[in-house]
């Protein structure tokens, strides 16, 4: 929804979001032609997704059972930072390998 709800606004665009994902290129820049969304950057969104801060049940939890919310910010915090550091990695990984 968010994705192209002003990008392709007025240019009546009659395809679905996953074929309009598959052919999204870069508009300027080193990159200019290439393709956005790479086997490789799905890889990583999927991985950052899978770590990333918990739901906030969860943290309210976390709260409820530690009784402050030292344990809870740290929770998001160290689940937030861990999926970027995953997701970057794997991604500069399949860069290099490419």
């Known amino acids: 929804m968010l994705y192209g709800s002003s990008h392709y606004q007025g240019k009546n665009i009659k395809a679905n979001l996953p074929?309009?994902?598959?052919?999204?290129?870069?508009?300027?820049?080193?990159?200019?032609?290439?393709?956005?969304?790479?086997?490789?950057?799905?890889i990583s969104f999927?991985?950052?997704?899978?770590?990333?801060?918990?739901?906030?049940?969860v943290i309210a939890t976390v709260r409820k059972e530690s009784g402050s919310w030292k344990w809870a910010l740290f929770l998001i915090i160290y689940t937030t930072a861990l999926a970027w550091l995953l997701a970057f990695g794997v991604y500069q990984a399949g860069i290099m390998l490419k």
């Open 46 to 57: 999927l991985l950052f997704i899978l770590v990333y801060m918990p739901c906030v049940a």
């Open 19 to 42: 074929e309009v994902l598959r052919n999204e290129t870069y508009q300027e820049g080193p990159g200019k032609g290439e393709k956005i969304f790479t086997p490789l950057t799905g």
